[in-house]
């Protein structure tokens, strides 16, 4: 029976092959897939998000390494944020910016930024494999997933298997809906965080990610020897985060719930409302300046 530690290899027939374990050559960091930081880091990540651009993720992409066939974690890992330029640009195409390639999508296509952040975990039966949320026009679904099922067999060359790829989305919901499936979602990708692991507040008090994140217990996952644990776009990372945001009168800064040490209140869905209020007042702006 493979242990954690096993990295197994899947061959072309779909099934794991257990003879043939993957020894990574040279010098190789072997990196515990618990998080700690980066829970904080996606987390801040999904708040922006919503607090910026009034969205919500409403598309989970399941990524499956180990039955892809990757016995690297390394190559695997490498080509995810490949993957996510791939998609940016795809998004990024529509009737007035046609593309031959592409040229099925630019029909109804909406161009939007790709808004995006992912985890790798090392499964005890599931292997190497990456959790993605993002954002997907519903009108654009089924071509996502069918580019993003053609651009991984480009880079296995052959066909997957329909299990390597798993694409979850939810439709028109309500918005409180659409903020607990994002927080479902998100407590799910990060359900390898270290449970004991936690923020010191500025009386001392230490609170765990557990209490703070509100996770369910998990069994701790396997090892992996690849650079990072997670990936954000630029566009949710720390730089844009801190980064005003005119209101219609003047900038506004991000502030979270863990930066305002308010940690009963980090699924409050303060966001939305900030948003909103921000999108009153540029209005109120607007006709002012009409007026005058």
């Given at each position: ?9 899947q ?13 990574p050559q ?9 998080l ?5 880091q996606?987390?801040?990540?999904m708040?922006?998000l ?22 690297d ?9 490949v993957w996510?330029?791939e998609m940016a ?15 099925k ?10 808004l ?23 009108t654009?679904?089924?071509?996502f997933?069918?580019?993003t099922?053609h ?6 060359h ?15 919901i309500l ?24 923020i010191a ?9 557990e ?9 701790r996952?396997g090892?992996?020897?690849a650079p990072?644990l ?8 720390p ?5 005003p945001?005119c ?16 940690f009963?209140e ?27």
């Amino acid at each position: 029976m493979l242990s954690d530690n096993d990295i197994i290899y899947q061959n072309h027939a779909g099934g794991f092959d257990p003879d043939l374990i993957y020894e990574p050559q040279g010098n190789v960091r072997w990196r515990d897939t618990a998080l700690t930081v980066e829970t904080v880091q996606l987390y801040e990540a999904m708040s922006f998000l919503v607090w910026r651009y009034g969205q919500f993720f409403n598309t989970h992409v399941t990524l499956s390494g180990a039955v892809m066939g990757f016995a690297d974690h390394r190559s695997f890992a490498e080509l995810i944020p490949v993957w996510n330029k791939e998609m940016a640009r795809w998004l990024a195409v529509s009737n007035e910016q046609p593309r031959k390639r592409w040229r099925k999508r630019a029909i109804n296509a909406t161009p939007q930024q790709h808004l995006w952040m992912y985890t790798l975990e090392h499964g005890r039966l599931q292997g190497i494999h990456a959790h993605q949320l993002c954002i997907v026009p519903k009108t654009q679904l089924k071509a996502f997933e069918e580019h993003t099922r053609h651009w991984w067999s480009r880079q296995i060359h052959w066909d997957l298997s329909p299990s390597a790829i798993e694409v979850k989305h939810y439709g028109n919901i309500l918005p409180e809906n659409q903020f607990q499936r994002q927080v479902a979602w998100f407590q799910y990708i990060v359900k390898s965080t270290r449970r004991d692991f936690g923020i010191a507040d500025t009386q001392g008090l230490r609170h765990s990610f557990e209490e703070i994140f509100k996770l369910e217990p998990h069994w701790r996952t396997g090892p992996v020897y690849a650079p990072r644990l997670y990936g954000i776009c630029r566009a949710l990372q720390p730089t844009a985060r801190s980064t005003p945001v005119c209101n219609g009168y003047e900038g506004e800064r991000f502030e979270s719930m863990l930066d305002q040490e308010r940690f009963s209140e980090v699924y409050s869905g303060w966001e939305i409302k900030a948003w909103e209020r921000r999108q009153r007042a540029r209005s109120i702006a607007r006709l002012q300046t009409l007026a005058v």
